[in-house]
């Protein structure tokens, strides 16, 4: 069974910080792109930040560079997005995914297995 499994949302003040993690399973994570969306009320899912398989290369998305790091521990089949700085505007639901190739993915179409959302909300 492919899985992945968000935590590390909740509730904070702007200029907190909060880590989220992204448990998968073996099959999913094994030389598999990564990449960490969020999705606003009425809004687009979009791209928050992607990593490859080896974890050398990442991209971010522009609302967030320079304030959310992506991270992985392939031995503990684990990612994680660090988040600086939050703004009221980061409020959303986050989701983890996964792609069947080690690059990494900037389209949501890239990937083929997600989880199923961890909530963050930033209040002013």
């Known amino acids: 069974q492919v899985q992945l499994v968000e935590s590390g949302g909740g509730s904070v003040q702007a200029g907190d910080s909060l880590r989220l993690s992204c448990a998968a399973s073996?099959?999913?994570?094994?030389?598999?792109?990564m990449g960490w969306f969020r999705q606003a009320p009425g809004k687009e899912r979009e791209l928050v930040a992607t990593?490859?398989?080896?974890?050398?290369?990442?991209y971010y998305g522009n609302s967030v560079k320079d304030r959310f790091i992506i991270s992985r521990d392939n031995a503990e089949n684990t990612v994680y997005l660090q988040m600086s700085s939050l703004k009221p505007e980061d409020t959303a639901t986050y989701y983890c995914?996964?792609?069947?190739?080690?690059?990494?993915?900037?389209?949501?179409?890239?990937?083929?297995?997600w989880g199923q959302g961890t909530q963050v909300t930033v209040s002013s």
């Open positions: 073996g099959r999913t994570f094994r030389g598999s792109g």
């Open positions: 990593i490859t398989w080896g974890g050398g290369s990442t």
């Open positions: 995914a996964a792609r069947s190739g080690p690059n990494y993915g900037i389209r949501k179409d890239d990937y083929d297995y």
